[in-house]
């Protein structure tokens, strides 16, 4: 079985801080994809990254980056200078490569819901 | 280019009443999957259509089915339907399925379809 965990609930931060969301995940296959997903408002999910289980190399896209440790199963995400548009809800997904029970499936976490006051 | 259509987008039914959400995906994307958002149990995968077949299935009752037509589009319907059912249903549509390995795999939400059953 596999399964993806957001410790934080909900964030609450003040514009231009910088914020980390945690995904802590849980696999017994050896190749997986990792993704984070962003949910605003309207909600229609939005792609933010995808994250192959062989490249541990970190990402950053403007003021997102990426973080992901093998190690620890972890793929931390990294809003710098957070704008108040960045309030949205996120969610860190989990998708193996192999076969099993969870082939082919996308399994999320509960989402964390980030709040950037002006 | 039009992003992924899902109609309708409100629908208000009554227990034990059935339902139809209609998807349409992404022109030239051959992959529908559609999943169930709800505040307790978070985003959860429902089924999984590729070239008009189900190539996966999440944990849902019987009640909940679906289909692809040859044009791709996606329906999915949920029988005798249960105050339980109340959620958002997200449709995402991608170049292939989610079991095939594939560094260009990416999925492509719709606004969704709000369900709400009284």
């Known amino acids: 079985a596999q399964k993806v965990t957001q410790a934080q609930t909900e964030i609450s931060v003040v514009e231009k801080e910088d914020v980390t969301l945690d995904c802590v995940y849980e696999?017994?296959?050896?190749?997986?994809?990792l993704f984070w997903y962003k949910q605003p408002p309207s909600g229609e999910l939005v792609f933010l990254i995808r994250?192959?289980?062989?490249?541990?190399q970190n990402e950053i896209s403007g003021r997102y980056s990426w973080n992901f440790q093998k190690s620890t199963s972890s793929f931390n995400f990294t809003i710098t200078a957070s704008q108040v548009v960045d309030s949205a809800v996120y969610f860190c997904?989990?998708?193996?490569?192999?076969?099993?029970?969870?082939?082919?499936?996308?399994?999320f976490g509960q989402g964390t819901i980030l709040t950037v006051h002006p | 280019k039009a992003g992924v259509t899902q109609t309708p987008r409100y629908l208000i039914k009554t227990r034990g009443q059935q339902v139809t959400l209609s998807c349409s995906p992404i022109?030239?994307?051959?992959?529908v999957s559609w999943y169930q958002q709800t505040p307790g149990q978070g985003l959860q995968f429902l089924f999984e259509?590729?070239?008009?077949?189900?190539?996966n299935k999440g944990n849902f009752p019987g009640r909940f089915s679906g289909r692809q037509f040859s044009n791709s589009r996606s329906e999915m319907n949920v029988s005798t339907l249960e105050l339980g059912d109340s959620a958002l249903y997200l449709c995402?549509?991608?170049?292939?399925?989610?079991?095939?390995?594939?560094?260009?795999?990416?999925?492509?939400f719709g606004p969704g379809t709000r369900l709400t059953v009284t």
């Open positions: 994250r192959n289980s062989f490249d541990e």
């Open positions: 995402a549509s991608s170049l292939t399925y989610l079991g095939r390995t594939s560094s260009s795999y990416e999925q492509y």
């Open positions: 259509y590729f070239s008009e077949t189900q190539r």
């Open positions: 997904a989990l998708k193996p490569n192999a076969g099993g029970t969870s082939y082919g499936k996308l399994t």
């Open positions: 022109s030239g994307h051959r992959s």
């Open positions: 696999t017994r296959d050896t190749t997986y994809y």
